[in-house]
């Protein structure tokens, strides 16, 4: 079925230092694919998206490229600010399906 | 523009009690949808609606309902909520099912 697969957190940097959060999709169709940033008390908010191989999203200092021949999203940030401390989730959706559907989330901490 | 609105933030139930979670939108989206977060499982779909008058289940839809009466309003009912049912809950609305969701600020349920 279709599911997502995210690094397992928490992870925890110092300022400045490069950030990798790696996800891996199983869909069963074409899917959309996104970046969820939850920052503490908050709902989820867009932080990118790609929605077809090859595309980039970008954001903020965040990216991630749609890499369809090893089915990943993953997303980097050259140098993280305290500010990026939060809850990331990589999602897809599906053309024509009617969800989104969710890795587990990873917690990023940025120690100053 | 207030976005996605929902009500209450917080809230204690004791098992068998029945409630409301409201969830109301101004930006005229289509698609809305009630979301379960629980930790390390990501966000779960418990149903979705399409339009005014049309709803469906998600993935976990067993003890909730829903109604969508109008385009801006999707209330989330549990009625006799029970401890299981202990969750933080996400309202999301979008143009459609596959485009950017736009998410509430999210209500923490305590089934007691």
């Known amino acids: 079925g279709d599911s997502v697969t995210q690094m397992e957190g928490p992870v925890t940097l110092s300022e400045e230092a490069f950030l990798t959060i790696n996800c891996t999709y199983t869909?069963?169709?074409?899917?959309?694919l996104f970046w969820y940033v939850q920052y503490p008390g908050e709902g989820l908010q867009l932080l990118l998206k790609?929605?077809?191989?090859?595309d980039k999203g970008s954001n903020k200092g965040f990216e991630a490229t749609y890499r369809k021949e090893t089915t990943s999203f993953h997303l980097e940030k050259g140098s993280v600010q305290v500010s990026d401390s939060a809850v990331y989730f990589c999602?897809?959706?599906?053309?024509?399906?009617?969800?989104?559907?969710f890795g587990q989330g990873t917690r990023l901490t940025i120690n100053p | 523009n207030a976005g996605v609105t929902q009500t209450p933030k917080f809230q204690v139930l004791k098992t068998g009690q029945s409630m409301t979670l409201q969830c109301a939108q101004d930006?005229?989206?289509?698609?809305m949808s009630w979301y379960r977060q629980d930790p390390g499982m990501g966000l779960r779909l418990i149903h979705y609606?399409?339009?005014?008058?049309?709803?469906d289940q998600g993935e976990v839809p067993n003890g909730y309902n829903v109604s969508r009466s109008t385009t801006e309003d999707f209330p989330l009912r549990l009625l006799s909520a029970a401890p299981s049912q202990t969750s933080v809950y996400f309202c999301?609305?979008?143009?459609?099912?596959?485009?950017?969701?736009?998410f509430g600020q999210g209500t923490r349920l305590t089934v007691v």
């Open positions: 609606s399409v339009g005014a008058g049309i709803t």
């Open positions: 930006m005229n989206h289509e698609y």
């Open positions: 869909a069963t169709g074409y899917p959309s």
């Open positions: 999301a609305s979008s143009t459609t099912s596959n485009t950017e969701a736009f």
């Open positions: 790609a929605t077809k191989a090859d």
């Open positions: 999602a897809f959706v599906i053309q024509g399906a009617q969800k989104l559907v």
